[in-house]
């Protein structure tokens, strides 16, 4: 049972990568029996670079409880699709006239594909199969905390969202269409009996109904799972530099994000070092602390993490845990899972 998700949200640009990757590598040292799963759904994956080791598309091992995964949503699109056309497409075929119909195989599959799903869907049906403990990836492996770097605003909330994706609605409007047709065909039985073979294998009709149904059911039951999943053991971290877009943006997250799930701690990154001979980064540090001073008043009810932006990059493990420091200091993984103000 999955005990902890910590989602990292956020303007793009403002760090969530790093510290998404930061967290789930200080997490998995200081809770060495805890299976740690780091997942980033941001377009332009990132986590090989940061890690140091390509991730890619397979759960990989990073350490000897952490893994990472940069998943392809075409792949789980696909799989979700594959079963559903193969069954509407038996279906249609069963029906007099219908499967006479030109081009009605070429409608179904460029209808029911990957490709007309948005990428925010696709990750959403990726999510969804993580959190449900499907096999998405042939390893039986039960993950105690996952940590998720997740696209901007818009995105996010389509993650959180039950998915009613494209291939739901053009399964309704399907059906809607099968039924229709098959109105008209029996209101003129008579007509067609002669040239046009008649429902001969109600049966299996039938069964293919009531499993297209029960898929439609599964959906909107394991949505249902999820949400309380998320509700009750997700935690939110939205990350922001010191300037007014990002502050902007985490504010508008916070509000669109409130239903879903519980905000928990807000993260201010790249903050510029104190400067002694720079008038340029005096001036930087003064605008910085100005927007920092309002993210802080305006979550003043919330654990404010604030670090500084290092000469070097975070890379590999080393790098990793160096900015982890740098953002939680000396504490334990409880006040990580669990932030008090």
């Known amino acids: 049972m999955i005990e902890r998700i910590i989602v990292l949200g956020g303007k793009g640009g403002v760090g969530k990568s790093s510290i998404s990757a930061a967290t789930a590598v200080l997490l998995s040292k200081l809770l060495p029996n805890k299976k740690i799963l780091l997942i980033s759904f941001d377009m332009a994956h990132n986590l090989s670079d940061l890690l140091s080791q390509q991730i890619g598309n397979m759960i990989t091992p990073i350490t000897s409880n952490l893994w990472a995964i940069e998943p392809d949503p075409n792949i789980y699109a696909e799989k979700y699709t594959k079963d559903l ?23 179904f599959d460029t209808t029911f594909t990957s490709d007309s799903i948005p990428l925010a869907l696709k990750n959403a049906i990726f999510f969804q199969k993580i959190l449900d403990a499907e096999d998405v990836t042939s390893q039986d492996i039960q993950f105690d905390i996952i940590v998720a770097d997740f696209p901007p605003t818009a995105n996010m909330i389509t993650l959180f969202e039950i998915p009613q994706d494209q291939v739901k609605v053009v399964l309704k409007y399907s059906l809607n269409f099968y039924n229709s047709i098959k109105g008209t065909i029996r209101n003129f039985s008579k007509m067609f009996h002669q040239i046009i073979k008649p429902f001969d294998d109600q049966e299996k009709r039938r069964e293919l109904g009531k499993e297209i149904f029960n898929m439609i059911v599964d959906l909107e039951k394991r949505g249902e799972r999820i949400t309380e999943l998320i509700h009750n053991v997700g935690s939110l971290r939205l990350v922001s530099i010191a300037e007014k877009p990002s502050f902007e943006e985490v504010k508008r997250a916070r509000d669109l994000t409130k239903k879903y799930i519980n905000l928990d701690a807000v993260h201010i990154n790249m903050l510029t070092p104190d400067p002694k001979h720079c008038n340029f ?35 590999g493990i080393d790098g990793l845990r160096k900015l982890a420091y740098e953002i939680y200091g000396d504490i334990t993984a409880e006040d990580i899972l669990n932030p008090k103000r």
Do not use: H, T, Y
């Open 85 to 107: 056309v193969n069954k509407m497409k038996a279906l249609m075929k069963q029906m007099p006239l219908v499967g006479m119909i030109p081009k009605i195989e070429e409608f």
């Open 281 to 315: 980064c005096k001036k930087m540090r003064q605008i910085q602390l100005k927007f920092s001073g309002e993210i802080k008043k305006e979550f003043k009810n919330l654990k404010i993490w604030e670090s500084d932006k290092l000469l070097e990059e975070p890379l």
